[in-house]
């Protein structure tokens, strides 16, 4: 068995093999970092399209690792993602539609802004119907062993740093028995 420091750091970005033209051009990023912790601790920062793999996530990094304060990221970028959306018509009347409903229950509720609209045009997800599983999964492999290998070059250099010491209170140990006679 060798030695493995529990701190770490891995990170990959890959692009989605698109099903859809829609989804053309998105592209996965994930990172793990660990730090020391007596148990194995996960914990997950997903975007919401993509919260439902966190179960697969937590067993395939639970197989792998087993100590640790564990982080895992991952996000998903889109080629438009820094373009400003423009809220189209139908997006618009299906606005206006639910702000009417709830405004009927809710009198007092206040009417949308246009920077409300605008966010919720750019957050409309036309990659909601493509399955980023599989490439999720392959990206969440490499990674997890990324921090490994990483973990255990850490722990190689614990281990170099740990003899390193041992030996020089040998050194200094030997140094030190000719006095004892003196010292009592």
Same mark, same amino acid.
């Given at each position: 068995?060798?030695?493995?420091s529990m701190t ?20 996965? #990023? ?19 399209? +993509?919260?439902? +793999? ?56 206040? $009417? ?19 399955? $980023? ?7 969440a492999k490499t ?11 850490? #722990?190689?250099? +614990?281990?170099?740093? $740990? ?5 020089? +209170? ?15």
């Amino acid at each position: 068995m060798s030695l493995q420091s529990m701190t770490g750091y891995a990170s990959a970005q890959s692009h989605v093999v698109a099903d859809t033209p829609a989804a053309q051009g998105l592209r996965l #990023g994930l990172e793990i970092r660990s730090v020391n912790s007596r148990y194995l601790d996960l914990s997950f920062r997903l975007p919401e399209e +993509l919260r439902q +793999l966190e179960p697969a996530l937590r067993e395939l990094v639970g197989k792998s690792i087993k100590r640790g304060k564990v982080e895992v990221r991952v996000n998903l970028e889109s080629a438009t993602d820094n373009l400003r959306a423009t809220p189209d018509t139908p997006l618009l009347k299906n606005l206006l539609n639910i702000q009417n409903q709830v405004r009927m229950w809710l009198p007092d509720a206040p $009417l949308l802004s246009v920077s409300e609209v605008i966010r919720m045009a750019s957050h409309s997800n036309p990659n909601a119907d493509q399955d $980023l599983t599989a490439d999720v999964m392959e990206l969440a492999k490499t990674v997890i062993a990324q921090l490994c290998e990483a973990r255990h070059r850490e #722990g190689l250099k +614990l281990a170099d740093d $740990l003899l390193s010491r041992a030996k020089q +209170l040998h050194t200094l140990s030997d140094q030190a028995l000719p006095l004892v006679p003196q010292a009592v």
